[in-house]
Nanobody, 123 residues
């Protein structure tokens, strides 16, 4: 099991910045992905940014060049620096961690979620 604790959400004006942080504890030795998803009212949860254990990153098109994801593998933390925020970035942001358990037959993937942190961008 992996436990996730998020921090850093809040209210900001359009054009402002926020930084989200997430710390993982528990069975962290098999983590192979850390990322952030978000869910706005009436919309599906979507991937905002992710980073693999090896450092490969990916971003939603809507946040490229504005958001930056970073991770500290030794501390099992992931952060999302959000700049030039827009009202459409308003959502609950969730930290997401995936672990891999390799076996002889196959690899098993497990997904863990944080409790969510509200980000509100006013116009």
């Amino acid at each position: 099991q992996v436990q996730l604790v998020e921090s850093g959400g809040g209210l900001v004006q359009a054009g402002g910045s926020l930084r989200l942080s997430c710390s993982a504890s528990g069975s962290t030795f098999n983590i192979n992905f850390m990322g952030w998803y978000r869910q706005a009212p009436g919309k599906q949860r979507e991937l905002v940014a992710g980073i693999t254990r090896g450092g490969t990153t990916n971003y939603a098109d809507s946040v490229k060049s504005r958001f930056t994801i970073s991770a500290d593998n030794a501390k099992n933390t992931v952060a999302l620096q959000m700049n030039s925020l827009k009202p459409e970035d308003t959502a609950v942001y969730y930290c997401n961690v995936k672990t891999i358990l390799p076996t002889i037959a196959r690899d098993y993937e497990y997904t863990y979620w944080g409790q969510g942190t509200q980000v509100t961008v006013s116009s």
